[in-house]
């Protein structure tokens, strides 16, 4: 399964695995990838 988003007008595709929470580095580097901060997020 795959969750879509769309970030700053592009589509990532971020894999779900048996609907467990990404480990915190994982998380870190999909954030960095769609170029946003952690404050972003809040």
Request: no cysteine.
């Amino acid at each position: 399964m795959l969750k879509i988003s769309v970030i700053n007008q592009e589509i990532n595709l971020i894999p779900m695995h048996k609907n467990k929470d990404l480990k915190v580095g994982t998380l870190k580097a999909l954030i960095k990838i769609a170029d946003l901060t952690e404050d972003d997020l809040m």
